[in-house]
């Protein structure tokens, strides 16, 4: 399996509050996104990282920011966590980003339950 | 975004039976994955096809990409019930290589 730690695994908070959520990979992979997903949307991408400090916004990027200061770690932050925010959050990494070969896939953490009161 | 629609949205099947799930979009991929998610846990790769007309075959998963590469299936042959879970197809765009999911099928084997 691949070394994908995220943290917490579960958490609850109120709205408005800040929320920081933790991705770890010893994978010394280049990639690493955020990923949300929903019943009825499936997966759906909100920021990616393509290096230390390199950041680009996915699909659905309102109201997150994220940081990348080592590459090993990658932080999704919720500055004021609002109702809509209630979903589970998955961290992922991959090699590259074309996922053009057969033998590039995603990895992906076991997830973050996020509820926002 | 492309946009990836899968079906059925959910299934229930006895065990011994076959299944089958459908991906499809109005766009081109220039490769389509196929991943399967158990509950509490992020999802897993099973495969990934690249050329129109191609089938791949995972022990009892035949899984085909689409001649114009818009769409694609996964058939289960004789299922188990560890193959319950969350099935999930990816699409990779021909223009931007940004990975786009399907919202998936949750596929139940009752024993």
């Known amino acids: 399996d691949a070394g994908i730690t995220q943290s917490p695994r579960h958490k609850v908070t109120e709205t408005g509050t800040p929320v920081t959520l933790r991705c770890h990979q010893t994978?010394?992979?280049?990639?690493m996104y955020w990923y949300r997903q929903d019943p009825g949307h499936g997966l759906r991408l909100i920021h990616y990282s393509y290096g230390v400090k390199d950041t680009d916004k996915g699909e659905v990027s309102d109201g997150y920011s994220v940081s990348r200061s080592k590459t090993e770690d990658f932080l999704l932050t919720l500055e004021s966590a609002t109702s809509s925010q209630t979903s589970v959050y998955f961290c992922?990494?991959?090699?590259?980003?074309?996922?053009?070969?057969?033998?590039?896939?995603?990895?992906f953490g076991s997830g973050t339950q996020l509820s926002v009161l | 975004t492309q946009l990836l629609e899968q079906s059925p949205q959910f299934l229930s099947i006895q065990e011994g039976e076959n299944l089958t799930v459908y991906c499809n979009s109005s766009?081109?991929?220039?490769?389509l994955q196929w991943y399967r998610q158990e509950p509490g846990e992020g999802p897993v790769l099973l495969v990934t096809v690249v050329t129109g007309g191609e089938v791949k075959k995972l022990k009892r998963l035949t899984f085909q990409f689409g001649d114009a590469r818009k769409d694609s299936s996964l058939h289960i042959t004789a299922a188990q019930p560890g193959d319950t879970g969350l099935y999930l197809c990816a699409g990779v765009g021909s223009n931007d290589y940004k990975l786009s999911f399907g919202a998936g099928t949750t596929v139940t084997v009752r024993a």
């Open positions: 994978e010394n992979h280049r990639y």
């Open positions: 992922a990494i991959s090699e590259s980003m074309g996922l053009v070969g057969t033998n590039e896939k995603l990895f």
């Open positions: 766009s081109v991929f220039s490769s």
